[in-house]
């Protein structure tokens, strides 16, 4: 058989790839790949799963974990690709067999819906978002009484976050409390009880929250006949960036393959940017020896994606890192330009130096798509948005507000989620207050009356239309019993929603017309899967994560700017990248100088950044930036110094400059074209 397709591969990459590959019948021992920012991760991994599959394992049996769902579907697509070269036309069928590919949640979502019985858990639960969990939680704590509490208790947001990581990270709460949390300290006893009612809340309604899919399913694993049963429908088991994983995750998959036979996960720790999920870059370090004999590493240093220039700029960023495993990368891709360090005026000229440039490069044949714009924080590329709008700039903003968080989106969503779930109380309680003359109080009543019936749709049928709500009540009490009975099949039914949401859209919001194509978009999605119950678990486990000016995404063949987060930019690269707000109180984040573990993950932050460029790099530093709401003193212009993650022992790697540049010969101009003496005037007044 022809191995063509491992020729390109560098001799590291192809060690990684043939990794017990053939050896003996009970697979390869566990393998950890060190993989540095560029250096072919997502390519190895995809020609081990391809490697695998084109010698005979059997594609059904291969889980594959990435961190999202967009990944999952990247290296499936690039599995499919490199399979077509040896087995032809036989290759989508194997490659679509491939059915074991996502993210830690959704892979957990899976499995408990197919172990729901063994476990006691009611198979049609749904999932709920933060928000939704954060609905829930300030739910509970009213009832508690704690909202009314002299001194403050903590917020709805602040109570999910530390639940939150309380489970993930497997600590007492009393730990967590003293680490992340010393201000709260003093409430232990009642966030103990909240949480302890938050968790009965959860069963009643039979939902989960994103921290139950993995809670469970470590749960279930715990067991070892189920454990076993588990990790036998898996001969093989690859789980992408594993230093954004946390011990959840990792007791997770030690359980399912406890001897690591034919067990791959690929990291680095210099790129560990999710510590405030809870993920742990010891997993990561601690894997080899969690197995006897301790697994095998392989490390890729050698980076394809940047110039020397860039690579040394940012091996100079990440050399300062207190605690680093990871090599330098090197490169062979020479370059005479160093990136560039620009200090501007304000945000106002960064963002117009970047549209400058921008336009500048694609005069020069470079795609807008091939550029990107990144930064910390979502709010930052505010005046930029503004910018590129005015200038008719098409772009695409990833990370921060969702398009699902969109009111009307999450309106259209409820009405599914209830008839999927009738026991689910937060959607419920949405749904309802959409009638007219229905208030809380209603609402909560009508979700108690219904609450106790084996079908509380059909005894929602029995309750009397609430007065004021008019003809409304009919209406919605059949489309939720239809939607119920799934007649009329996916995704009729969610235009079935959308047609009865519709009036009630148009009643509630001024610019319904723009909001309607946003749902239209809704619809379209929702087609690309098989039924209603994959679309809400896939829709909130991974949501689309653009919004842009328009009602939608532009097609993929569209040309459109890329702005993001660091966070949503992780994996990805392009041509040229521009950082913005390359200054202290941006990054690092004045919210994480806390303490120098904090620190450590913005420096990695910026690495990142800055290991996403391919040609050409530029960190922006204006003098002055805009910063709102942190402050006791609200929102005002804060003076800004370069970031302290560029001391001066790292300017040697950047072109510094300033923009706008003044040419001698334009300062000589407008010397010659003064058009009004001033000084002389001054003169004058006193003559
Ligand atoms: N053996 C190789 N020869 C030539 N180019 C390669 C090779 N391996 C990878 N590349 C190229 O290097 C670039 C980076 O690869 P990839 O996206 O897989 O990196 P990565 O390790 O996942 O990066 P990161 O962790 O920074 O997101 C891609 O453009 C890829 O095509």
Redesign the pocket.
């Known amino acids: 058989m022809s191995t063509s397709y491992l020729e390109?591969?560098?001799d590291r990459?192809r060690c990684a790839v043939e990794h017990g590959v053939g050896q003996d019948e009970t697979g390869a021992g566990p393998l950890l790949i060190i993989?540095g920012?560029?250096?072919?991760?997502?390519?190895t991994l995809a020609h081990r799963v391809a490697h695998l599959i084109v010698n005979g394992a059997d594609p059904r049996r291969i889980l594959l974990m990435t961190f999202s769902r967009r990944a999952a579907a990247e290296m499936s697509r690039r599995v499919e690709r490199i399979c077509a070269q040896v087995l032809g036309a036989n290759s989508a069928a194997m490659t679509e067999a491939l059915t074991w590919a996502g993210t830690f949640h959704g892979i957990g979502a899976r499995l408990l819906r197919i172990y729901a019985e063994q476990i006691g858990l009611g198979v049609d639960f749904t999932i709920h978002d933060r928000e939704d969990s954060a609905d829930l939680m300030n739910l509970v704590r009213h009832e508690l009484g704690f909202s009314k509490t002299e001194s403050r208790f903590p917020t709805k947001g602040t109570c999910l976050a530390i639940y939150s990581r309380t489970v993930n990270s497997e600590t007492p709460l009393n730990d967590v409390l003293r680490n992340w949390y010393p201000w709260v300290a003093s409430w232990e006893e009642q966030l103990k009880q909240l949480f302890s009612g938050y968790v009965e809340a959860k069963q009643a309604q039979n939902v989960l929250d994103y921290d139950d899919l993995l809670l469970y399913w470590a749960q279930m694993v715990s067991d070892p006949s189920l454990a076993e049963d588990i990790g036998n429908r898996f001969d093989h088991v690859l789980v992408d960036e594993y230093q954004d994983t946390n011990k959840l995750q990792s007791s997770v998959l030690l359980a399912l393959k406890p001897g690591g036979r034919g067990l791959t996960v690929v990291g680095?720790d210099a790129?560990s940017i999710y510590s405030f999920r809870a993920a742990t870059v010891r997993n990561i370090l601690d894997f080899p020896a969690a197995f006897s004999p301790p697994a095998d590493v392989i490390t890729l240093d050698r980076n394809?994606?940047s110039t020397q220039t860039i690579l040394a700029a940012a091996n100079g960023v990440i050399e300062l890192a207190r605690e680093r495993f990871t090599k330098n990368l090197w490169t062979d891709r020479q370059s005479a330009d160093r990136p560039k360090l620009l200090t501007v005026k304000d945000e106002r000229d960064q963002a117009n130096y970047i549209v400058e440039q921008v336009l500048a490069n694609r005069e020069t044949g470079m795609l807008l798509k091939q550029q990107a714009v990144l930064f910390r924080t979502s709010s930052h590329s505010g005046q930029l948005e503004v910018e590129l709008t005015r200038r008719n700039i098409p772009f695409v903003k990833f990370g921060g507000l969702k398009f699902l968080d969109s009111a009307h989106v999450k309106d259209l969503l409820a009405v599914l989620r209830f008839a999927q779930n009738p026991r689910d109380r937060v959607a419920g309680f949405r749904l309802l207050q959409m009638l007219p003359g229905i208030g809380p109080q209603t609402a909560g009543k009508i979700l108690d009356a219904i609450a106790a019936d084996p079908e509380p749709l059909m005894a929602l049928g029995e309750i009397p239309a609430p007065p004021k709500s008019g003809q409304d009540w009919g209406s919605f009490v059949d489309l939720l019993q239809a939607l119920r009975k799934s007649g009329s099949g996916w995704p009729a039914e969610i235009a079935m929603a959308r047609t009865w949401y519709e009036p009630h859209l148009e009643r509630m919001h001024e610019d319904a017309e723009t909001r309607r194509a946003d749902l239209m978009q809704l619809e379209q999605i929702a087609a690309g899967y098989p039924g209603r119950e994959r679309f809400l678990t896939e829709l909130t486990l991974d949501p689309p994560d653009a919004t842009s000016d328009q009602s939608g995404v532009p097609l993929l063949d569209e040309d459109y700017l890329v702005l993001s987060t660091i966070h949503s930019a992780k994996?990805q690269?392009w041509r040229s990248v521009f950082m913005l707000n390359v200054v202290d109180g941006c990054i690092p984040s004045d919210l994480s100088t806390g303490t120098s573990h904090d620190l450590e993950e913005e420096r990695r932050l910026l690495y990142v950044g800055m290991?996403r460029a391919k040609d050409s790099l530029t960190l922006i530093v204006p003098q002055r930036f805009f910063t709102s709401g942190q402050h006791a003193q609200g929102d005002r212009h804060v003076y800004a110094s370069r970031t302290r993650f560029i001391p001066a022992t790292l300017l040697q790697f950047f072109e510094s400059g300033t923009w706008p540049t003044v040419s001698p010969a334009a300062s000589e101009r407008s010397a010659n074209q003064i058009r009004i003496d001033v000084a002389a005037r001054m003169r004058g007044m006193w003559k």
Do not use: H, M
């Open positions: 390109k591969l560098n990459q993989a920012a560029g250096s072919g991760k997502t390519n680095d790129q394809y994606r994996g690269e290991t």
